[in-house]
């Protein structure tokens, strides 16, 4: 079990921009799949971005316009968010540890999780 800690989130208005990051215990960044989730009131939890070994897969509503990242060294993962809707908003949650050889942005495939940052933005 690993400790991923999100930070970054906050409010702002459409069209603003967000970088999240989530700080993670070990070095193991490099060894991992990790990858982005969030989670609307009131919806499923839903795949955002996946990295792993400098490969990269975003969800068709955040390609364009969202740029998963990591830094191996100081074992942080980031999410850079741009032109940012008013349906991006949700509690965003990193994840680490993909379990199985399934889905990269399925939630059930990730075994350890962050308690999350929110985002909120406003029309």
């Known amino acids: 079990q690993v400790n991923l800690v999100e930070s970054g989130g906050g409010s702002v208005q459409a069209g603003g921009s967000l970088r999240l990051s989530c700080a993670a215990s070990?070095?193991?960044?490099?060894?991992?799949?990790m990858a982005w989730f969030r989670q609307g009131q009131g919806k499923e939890r839903e795949g955002v971005a996946s990295i792993h070994a400098g490969a990269v897969l975003y969800s068709d509503s955040v390609t364009g316009r969202f740029t998963i990242s990591k830094d191996n060294a100081n074992n942080t993962l980031y999410l850079q968010m741009n032109s940012l809707k008013p349906e991006d908003s949700a509690m965003y949650y990193c994840?680490?540890?993909?379990?199985?050889?399934?889905?990269?942005?399925?939630?059930?495939?990730?075994?350890?999780w962050g308690q999350g940052t929110q985002v909120t933005v406003s029309p």
């Open positions: 994840a680490a540890f993909r379990l199985a050889s399934g889905g990269k942005l399925t939630p059930s495939n990730y075994r350890d």
């Open positions: 070990g070095n193991f960044l490099s060894t991992f799949d």
